[in-house]
């Protein structure tokens, strides 16, 4: 009790500053707004989406390609069937590979009414095969380019005179791989976008981040300088910062872009 200050004074001085912590303390407790919650879509919807256009490996619709970084001697691009499209083509052709997908997709709404969209497919014997790759080249090079380890689905009408395809008979490299995709889409439950289609991306749907995981095993081909049909293994690992950001721009929007090829067990 400082000096001066009777009992009452002091009783109600310290009843004032209980009341005063009593309301900062409701006001800490005081639930925020709720946060706009995560709601899912299926993969089934997704799937159906994409890939509408069959421009680079005809006859399978369209799913992207992955090339590895300038740090690599040698420049290869792997397409990697993480949207199932060519296990689905080959089965409905009489040759089952085996290929599943599942995972998850998921929006939330954004503050400007667009909708941010979460994707994760885990792809089960997803067709894998690589090509040696020049970023420099305008030509479509996963449909035409011969190949360093696997075989594609079916003739493209572009590939080297003789070469061999699983449709009729070629044995399949497979992966087992991880896809991540986040993109935005113009509302929370609207159509979903092809995004696949590199002509849509713009001020509406923005890419915001993509990674693919692939873990395959099968033939290396003699374009590799073994012999062909040779046991192989191959790793891709890529990594984009999509959204435009300081990192994006330092690393060309990939900071991480590996495929790794290599004869089994080396």
Same mark, same amino acid.
């Given at each position: 009790?400082?000096?001066?200050?009777?009992?009452?004074?002091?009783?109600?001085?310290?009843?004032a500053a209980a009341v005063g912590a009593s309301i900062?303390?409701?006001?800490?407790?005081?639930?925020?707004?709720?946060?706009?919650?995560?709601?899912?879509?299926?993969?089934?919807?997704?799937?159906?989406?994409?890939?509408?256009?069959?421009?680079?490996?005809?006859?399978?619709?369209?799913?992207?390609?992955?090339?590895n970084g300038v740090q690599f001697a040698t420049r290869?691009?792997?397409?990697?069937?993480?949207?199932?499209?060519? #296990?689905?083509?080959?089965?409905?052709? =009489? $040759?089952?590979? @085996? /290929?599943?997908?599942?995972?998850? +997709?998921?929006?939330?709404? *954004?503050?400007?009414?667009?909708?941010?969209?979460?994707?994760?497919?885990?792809?089960?014997?997803?067709?894998?095969?690589?090509?040696?790759?020049?970023?420099?080249?305008?030509?479509?090079?996963?449909?035409?380019?011969?190949?360093?380890?696997?075989?594609?689905?079916?003739?493209?009408?572009?590939?080297?005179?003789?070469?061999?395809?699983?449709?009729?008979?070629?044995?399949?490299?497979?992966?087992?791989?991880?896809?991540?995709?986040?993109?935005?889409?113009?509302?929370?439950?609207?159509?979903?976008?092809?995004?696949?289609?590199?002509?849509?991306?713009?001020?509406?749907?923005?890419?915001?981040?993509?990674?693919?995981?692939?873990?395959?095993? #099968?033939?290396?081909?003699?374009?590799? =300088? $073994?012999?062909? @049909? /040779?046991?192989?293994?191959?790793? +891709?690992?890529?990594?984009? *910062?999509?959204?435009?950001?300081?990192?994006?721009?330092?690393?060309?929007?990939?900071?991480?872009?590996?495929?790794?090829?290599?004869?089994?067990?080396?």
């Open positions: 009790m400082n000096e001066g200050m009777d009992r009452r004074e002091f009783l109600r001085s310290v009843g900062a303390g409701a006001a800490l407790l005081k639930p925020e707004p709720a946060r706009a919650t995560a709601r899912k879509r299926t993969v089934e919807e997704f799937l159906s989406s994409i890939g509408l256009t069959v421009v680079w490996v005809p006859p399978i619709r369209d799913f992207w390609g992955w090339f290869v691009g792997a397409s990697v069937d993480y949207c199932g499209f060519a #296990g689905a083509y080959l089965k409905a052709n =009489g $040759v089952d590979i @085996g /290929t599943t997908v599942d995972g998850l +997709v998921t929006e939330r709404p *954004l503050a400007d009414g667009r909708a941010l969209v979460h994707v994760e497919l885990h792809t089960i014997n997803a067709l894998t095969w690589i090509i040696p790759f020049d970023p420099n080249s305008a030509e479509n090079q996963f449909g035409k380019n011969p190949l360093l380890f696997g075989y594609r689905a079916a003739p493209t009408g572009w590939e080297p005179a003789g070469e061999p395809d699983v449709l009729n008979g070629a044995s399949p490299a497979l992966a087992e791989s991880h896809f991540l995709f986040e993109f935005t889409n113009s509302g929370m439950g609207d159509p979903f976008p092809d995004v696949n289609d590199w002509s849509i991306w713009g001020d509406v749907y923005q890419q915001v981040k993509s990674s693919i995981r692939a873990n395959a095993v #099968g033939p290396l081909r003699a374009l590799w =300088g $073994v012999p062909d @049909g /040779t046991p192989g293994r191959c790793v +891709v690992s890529q990594t984009g *910062l999509l959204k435009p950001s300081p990192a994006a721009k330092k690393w060309d929007a990939f900071p991480a872009e590996m495929i790794d090829l290599k004869v089994t067990g080396r």
